[in-house]
T-cell receptor, first 114, second 112 residues
């Protein structure tokens, strides 16, 4: 166990649905991240939160909406997704957003959009 | 623009062989080079990391070789085992607090 827990592990949703992915870290870290992993782009950074403030948004479509209510929890709200959004969504945390810090990953949520 | 290029995309070796995975980077500000290992159904996990002040780092059967002038680094797995079968990602970051930039990954299979 890495100390980063993601739920659900698997999710199938229709294009008109609204769902949320949840990430929780028990490591006392101050930075949290969402990554998208697919065959086309193996590890694509989506969002970065540092001390609950969003510090990076890598041109992610607005149908993905992150939320960080506190330093231990991170959500990714999904609405009107497309089939090409099907992928493994990975949450990670690190002690800080500073340089040379190890990222601890959760096991991911396998999302299928039908 | 892909700042870290990783090769090969896939690799098959026999048990006991020494698979080598290579990465090349462009940003000379990078100064931290970790390797992550990912098993099916799991997230990536840090395997070993190196900084550019050394040319080689070894941890158990895993060795990173680093060539600063060529802007290349590689992972060697000595006496590879079937349990080493996984996807390996190289990455790089700089000391300005920018995020890790990952390579495209290498899927390694070690045959018994």
């Amino acid at each position: 166990e890495t100390g980063v827990t993601q739920t659900p592990r698997h999710l199938v949703m229709g294009m008109t649905n609204k769902k949320s992915l949840k990430c929780e870290q028990h490591l006392g870290h101050n930075a949290m991240y969402w990554y998208k992993q697919s065959a086309k782009k193996p590890l694509e950074l989506m969002f970065v939160y540092s001390l609950e403030e969003r510090v990076e948004n890598n041109s992610v479509p607005s149908r993905f909406s992150p939320e960080c209510p506190n330093s231990s929890h991170l959500f990714l709200h999904l609405h009107t997704l497309q089939p090409e959004d099907s992928a493994l969504y990975l949450c990670a945390s690190s002690p800080s957003r500073g340089p040379n810090t190890e990222a601890f990953f959760g096991q991911g949520t396998r999302l299928t959009v039908v | 623009q892909q700042q870290v290029k990783q090769s090969p995309q896939s690799l098959i070796v026999q048990k006991g062989g020494i698979p080598i995975i290579n990465c090349a980077y462009e940003n000379t500000a990078f100064d931290y080079f970790p390797w992550y290992q990912q098993f099916p159904g799991k997230g990536p996990a840090l395997l070993i990391a190196i900084r550019p002040d050394v040319s080689e780092k070894k941890e158990g059967r895993f060795t990173i070789s680093f060539n600063k002038s060529a802007k290349q680094f590689s992972l060697h797995i000595m006496d590879s085992q079937p349990g080493d079968s996984a996807t390996y990602f190289c990455a790089a970051s700089d000391n300005a607090g920018n995020m890790l930039t990952f390579g495209g990954g290498t899927r390694l299979m070690v045959k018994p």
